[in-house]
């Protein structure tokens, strides 16, 4: 079956930088959009970053934008979000999110990313 | 800040009926597919209806959505303590560019 892990969150100073990892199995990676989505303590969703199967086409938030970067491996089935430049109200918890068409079909567990002096 | 407004909060004793509004505007629920997702306390978000009022496998028949315009809608019946969570609803919205989430509403059981 699906399933997606996220790895790579963590406590960083703000003006920072992270990587977060989301590992891809049960599907064929290749031939589907992903969606970086965050969750601030107590806040709702938001979508932060989306990108098509094939890599060439990205979205991001305007609060995002210049700062991070998403980015995939199909050859290794692996979704990345690189985040530069953090800010304090970046800190939430970072869902991956496999996208069918307009919907998110299966969701990881997540990853926490606090940002702190 | 969420384009799609919902009411913060709805409650209801077992068994009943609750319905959960999501307002939105012509370049995202008006244009496009409504998806909602449930998320239990501390979990990850659900896939509960796409297609404005389309079933996954697995998720009750208790769950039901519609569309309307520039609204959209899902109902809760015969409700039961293990739908205590937060709902959202979602669309893509054509003027941003992106995928917009409601701003989620919390179903408490009386």
């Known amino acids: 079956q699906v399933h997606l892990v996220e790895s790579g969150g963590g406590v960083v100073q703000p003006g920072g930088s992270l990587r977060l990892s989301c590992a891809a199995s049960g599907f064929t990676f290749s031939s589907y959009g992903m969606h970086w989505v965050r969750q601030a303590p107590g806040k709702g969703l938001e979508g932060v970053a989306f990108?098509?199967?094939?890599?060439?086409?990205?979205y991001y938030a305007e609060s995002v934008k210049g700062r991070f970067t998403i980015s995939r491996d199909n050859s290794n089935n692996t979704l990345y979000l690189q985040m530069n430049s953090l800010r304090i109200d970046d800190t939430a918890v970072y869902f991956c999110?496999?996208?069918?068409?307009?919907?998110?079909?299966?969701w990881g567990q997540g990853a926490l990313v606090i940002v702190s002096s | 800040q969420s384009v799609l407004t919902q009411p913060p909060s709805v409650s209801e004793a077992p068994r009943q009926r609750v319905t959960i509004s999501c307002s939105g505007s012509s370049s995202n629920i008006g244009n496009n597919a409504v998806n909602w997702y449930q998320q239990l306390p501390g979990k990850a978000p659900k896939l509960l209806i796409y297609y404005n009022n389309l079933l996954p496998s697995g998720v009750s028949d208790r769950f039901s959505g519609s569309k309307s315009g520039t609204s959209a809608s899902l109902a809760i019946s015969g409700l039961q303590s293990e739908d205590e969570a937060d709902y959202y609803c979602?669309?893509?919205?054509?003027?941003?560019?992106?995928?917009?989430f409601g701003t989620g509403t919390k179903v408490t059981v009386l």
């Open positions: 990108i098509k199967y094939d890599g060439n086409t990205k």
């Open positions: 999110a496999k996208v069918f068409g307009s919907r998110h079909d299966y």
């Open positions: 979602a669309a893509w919205d054509d003027s941003l560019n992106g995928y917009v």
